[in-house]
C-alpha cells in the first residue's frame, strides 16, 4: 500500500495543497492553446443576440467517449492527411462516424485552390457551430489564412501538425482553441511533414495513399496552394518504401503517389523521382499496382526518358497526370508556369511513343485575366489535337492574396462562354469507341458512384465497369469489353473465381504497431526480471 503525504485525509480537497499548479500555470507552456473562459453571470436583454449553441464542454476526456465525423475537400494529399489524422484518433481510442449528427466533434480538412471549395468548407463550419458540435479544422485554407474571421476562436491543425490531432481534439472537446500552424524542422530545414509510419484508416482499404513530398518550386500567380505547401521539400525514399511495404502488409494492393508535384521530387535532397520510382517496383508484389501522381511540365523533361521506361514496367500504371492549363505561351508566361506549348507537347508525344497506349491527363484554366481570344484559340487547337481522355476544366478564381487576384478579371459571361465551348469540345470525342470486344487483365480495387458496379482498372489506367461479383475486390481478372461510354468501358468477367489473382505480399509479416512493440518490450524486461530473480533464489538456498 503506497502512504500519501500526511497521515489522513478527511476531504478531497486535503490532496490540493498551497505548493500545487495551478491551472492557469498548467497551460502556460502550451502558448497553442487559449484556456476556455469563465462564464460570468449577465443580467438578460429582451434583445439577445444571436449565437451558437452551446457545446458539451468534457471537463476530462476518456478515450473511446467521444465521436469525430472526419470531412475532407480537395486532392489526393489532403486525403492521405485525413487518413492519417482518422488513424490517430481511432488508435487512440475515439469513435469515427459517417453521421454528423451523432459526432461530439468535426474534423474537417479543408482545400484552398478554388472559391467554391472554400465557401463550402465555411458553410460546414457555420453548419456545425450551429448544431452545437465542437469543430477543428484543418488543410490548406487555415494554414494559408489563418487569420480569416470566420476561422476565429476556432482550433487549427496546420498541414505539417497532423500528428499533434489528438491533442488538438482533447483540448477542443475540454472547450480550448489550439492552433499549430508551425513547420517541423531540424537543424533549421523544413521537414515535409509528419511521419509516413503513423496509422491511418483509409477511406479505401485496398488503396494506399502516399506523399512523397509536400510543397512545389513554382511560384505560379494564381495558386494559393503555395502559400499553405510552401517551398518543395521531401520525404527520403527509405521512408517511401517503408511505407509502401507497410501498406502491402496491412492488405493493399495499389499504391496512388502524391503530391503538389511529383516531378520535383527529391530535388531538395539530392535524389529524384526516377530514382524513387525504381526502388518501389523492386518493392511491388505481384498483381499490385502503383499510380505515379500529378507532375508539372517543367521538372518531368530532364526525366522523361527514365520516366517512360517505369511507365512500361508491368506493375505500374501507364498514366500520367500533366497539367497544361493553357495552350497559349502568353498566358503561361503570365500565369508564370516556367514552360512553353512545345515543352508541354515534347513530353505528350515522348511518352505516347515511348509508352503503348499511356494516358495522359491534363487541366486547363478558362479566363486567366490576361487570355485573349486569340490565347483561348490556342488552347482549342491544343485539346483538339491531343483529345485528352481526362480533361479537368476549371474557370479561374481570384485567390485572395495571390498576384493573379490584382488583376483586371475577364467578364463573366465570356469566362463561361469558353468554359462551354472548351467542354463541348471534350464531350465530341469518345476516347474508348470501338474496344468492345477487347480483353484487358484489371486490378478492381473501388466502387462506383452509383453503388451498381466495381470498378477496375486495366495498364493504362482506364475505367472499367464489372458487376458486383462477391469476392471480386482487391483481385485482379481477365474481363472482355462489351461496352463503351465517354469516361468508362463496361465488361464481362472471363476467369472463373478459382482463377481471381489477390496481390501476392511479399511482406506477409505487419509491422509492429506501438502497441505491440511496447508489449513485448514490457513482456522481455518481465521474463529477464523473473529469471534473475529465480536465479537469486537458488544462490540465497544455497547460502
Request: charged share 25%; with cysteine; hydrophobic share 35%.
Amino acid at each position: 500500500m503506497i502512504n500519501l503525504p500526511g497521515e489522513f485525509i478527511d476531504d478531497i480537497e486535503d490532496l490540493i495543497s498551497s505548493d500545487d499548479i495551478k491551472p492557469k500555470e498548467r497551460y502556460q507552456n502550451k502558448k497553442s492553446v487559449t484556456v476556455r473562459a469563465k462564464k460570468r453571470i449577465t443580467v438578460e436583454s429582451d434583445t439577445k443576440p444571436e449565437s451558437y449553441p452551446e457545446k458539451t464542454i468534457y471537463e476530462s476526456v476518456i478515450p473511446g467517449t467521444q465521436t469525430i465525423f472526419v470531412k475532407t475537400w480537395g486532392c489526393a494529399h489532403n486525403n492521405s492527411d485525413s487518413e492519417y489524422m482518422a488513424g490517430q484518433l481511432a488508435s487512440y481510442g475515439y469513435k469515427l462516424t459517417d453521421s454528423k449528427e451523432n459526432a461530439d466533434l468535426w474534423l474537417l480538412n479543408s482545400c484552398t485552390v478554388k472559391n467554391p471549395s472554400e465557401d463550402t468548407f465555411r458553410n460546414e463550419i457555420e453548419s456545425g457551430m450551429n448544431k452545437g458540435k465542437h469543430v477543428v479544422v484543418a488543410g490548406c485554407v487555415p494554414q494559408g489564412a489563418p487569420k480569416s474571421d470566420y476561422l476565429r476562436g476556432l482550433s487549427v491543425i496546420g498541414v505539417q501538425q497532423i500528428d499533434r490531432v489528438v491533442e488538438v481534439v482533447e483540448e477542443t472537446l475540454k472547450g480550448h482553441s489550439v492552433r499549430l500552424l508551425q513547420n517541423k524542422k531540424v537543424d533549421g530545414k523544413r521537414l515535409a511533414g509528419a511521419r509516413l509510419a503513423l496509422p491511418k484508416v483509409r477511406k479505401n482499404p485496398l488503396i494506399e495513399i502516399i506523399a512523397i513530398n509536400t510543397g512545389c518550386l513554382n511560384q505560379c500567380t494564381y495558386c494559393k496552394t503555395k502559400h499553405a505547401r510552401g517551398d518543395l521539400a521531401s520525404y527520403s525514399p527509405e521512408e517511401i518504401v517503408d511505407r509502401a511495404k507497410q501498406a502491402f502488409a496491412e492488405g493493399c494492393c495499389e499504391i496512388w503517389l502524391t503530391s503538389e508535384d511529383t516531378g520535383a521530387y527529391g530535388r531538395d535532397i539530392g535524389t529524384s523521382l526516377p530514382e524513387l520510382l525504381w526502388q518501389l517496383v523492386e518493392v511491388i508484389p505481384e498483381h499490385c499496382m502503383l499510380r505515379v501522381g500529378m507532375t508539372n511540365p517543367p521538372y518531368i523533361l530532364e526525366h522523361l526518358e527514365e520516366v517512360a521506361k517505369v511507365l512500361q514496367h508491368p506493375r505500374v500504371y501507364a498514366f500520367l497526370h500533366v497539367p497544361v492549363q493553357s495552350g497559349s505561351d502568353s498566358v503561361l508566361g503570365e500565369m508564370k508556369r516556367e514552360y512553353c506549348r512545345k515543352d508541354f507537347e515534347h513530353v505528350v508525344d515522348f511518352l505516347r511513343e515511348r509508352v503503348p497506349g499511356v494516358t495522359i491527363a491534363t487541366d486547363i484554366i478558362c479566363g486567366f485575366p490576361t487570355e485573349t481570344d486569340d490565347d483561348f484559340e490556342e488552347t482549342i487547337t491544343l485539346c483538339e489535337h491531343y483529345k485528352f481522355p481526362s480533361l479537368f476544366i476549371n474557370q479561374f478564381f481570384p485567390r485572395p492574396g495571390t498576384p493573379a487576384a490584382k488583376m483586371q478579371r475577364i467578364p463573366a459571361n465570356l469566362v463561361k462562354k469558353r468554359t462551354k465551348r472548351l467542354t463541348e469540345l471534350f464531350n465530341s470525342y469518345e476516347p474508348y469507341a470501338g474496344r468492345e470486344g477487347q480483353v484487358y487483365t484489371v486490378l478492381v480495387t473501388e466502387i462506383s458512384h452509383d453503388k451498381q458496379h466495381y470498378v477496375g482498372h486495366n495498364k493504362m489506367y482506364e475505367q472499367v465497369l464489372l458487376p458486383m461479383r462477391e469476392n471480386l475486390l482487391g483481385t485482379a481478372v481477365r474481363v472482355r469489353i462489351t461496352k463503351t461510354t465517354k469516361f468508362s468501358m463496361c465488361a464481362e468477367i472471363l476467369d472463373e473465381e478459382n482463377d481471381w489473382t489477390r496481390c501476392s505480399k511479399k511482406f506477409e509479416s505487419k509491422p509492429a504497431t506501438i502497441g505491440n512493440r511496447t508489449f513485448n518490450r514490457y513482456l522481455g524486461m518481465a521474463l529477464i526480471a523473473g529469471f534473475v530473480a529465480f536465479i537469486l533464489q537458488i544462490i540465497i538456498k544455497f547460502i
